[in-house]
């Protein structure tokens, strides 16, 4: 990691903070992370992906480093658009956990071009048609998470995200910095990425995969009912783990995500 060479761009007055480095003549790997955390969850997939791969990472808007600025779906599509054009990027592998890949879903949505294939970790389909309990659970979201008081919004987040303490408190330094009010910005945010497009699949190489024990929205259950709409998409169900499984069994993730990696990388 110590490779990693920081930049930033300002977007509407908001600093976005991003992260080059690794192999200068590889295909470039794009790593977006989850909602309320922030690029170091990825410093262990990271450490290996740099010696094969030209390597972007980056905080959200609202998270992390890219702070003071108010996080939007919209908002945060554009600004990785940003990067990628300010580094001159034309194609890129994407791999995204949970809010990391609703954003990249939306990102491919409206600019395939950019996109050679996609890694989605613990992350809902962005496209598909809720229940109406499902609709119902997200419109009184809001009111839930004002209940919480704040300690516990954060110990439960966390305690539904990773396993180890040692892994929580890699998400809980970035965590701990938002207000009540900013977490729940984000979560009620987030929601706003589900637009039902029925008979859209996404059309590129995709990799799913969540955790045998994600209790997060309804992705354990979402996750294989989109792997069988897409084309060329390959799904896997990672043992031992919550939501975060790149975090809680990083072995089995790294291998499914290195094997994928390579069959187009080669071909780049």
């Known amino acids: 990691m110590n490779t990693l060479k920081e930049g930033i761009i300002e977007r509407d007055g908001v600093p976005i903070h991003f992260w080059t480095g690794g192999k200068a003549d590889g295909p470039w790997l794009v790593f977006t992370h989850g909602a309320t955390i922030d690029h170091h969850e990825w410093d262990q997939t990271i450490a290996i992906a740099e010696f094969s791969y030209h390597i972007l990472t980056w905080d959200m808007r609202g998270h992390g480093q890219s702070r003071p600025g108010r996080f939007g779906l919209r908002q945060t599509v554009e600004d990785l658009k940003s990067i990628l054009d300010y580094l001159k990027i034309k194609q890129a592998f994407f791999i995204g956990h949970s809010l990391g890949g609703n954003i990249h879903q939306e990102f491919v949505f409206s600019y395939p071009d950019r996109v050679k294939a996609m ?28 209940l919480y008081p704040y300690q516990k919004l954060v110990d439960q987040s966390l305690e539904l995200t990773a396993k180890s303490v040692e892994s929580q408190n890699i998400l809980r330094a970035a965590m701990g910095t938002l207000t009540k009010e900013e977490l729940i910005q984000i979560m009620l945010e987030a929601v706003l990425c589900l ?67 390579k069959c187009f990388a080669e071909h780049s």
């Open 119 to 146: 890694i989605f970790v613990g992350c809902t389909w962005n496209f598909q048609r809720l229940s109406k309990w499902e609709s119902i659970q997200v419109k009184s979201a809001k009111w839930i998470f004002k």
């Open 195 to 261: 637009h039902y497009e029925p008979g859209y699949v996404i059309s590129k190489p995709l990799l799913l995969l969540v955790g045998d024990h994600d209790r997060t929205g309804n992705i354990r259950k979402i996750m294989p009912v989109w792997a069988k709409q897409e084309p060329d998409c390959r799904f896997y169900v990672v043992p031992n783990s919550l939501h975060a499984p790149n975090l809680d069994n990083p072995v089995f993730f790294q291998q499914h995500v290195f094997e994928f990696l």
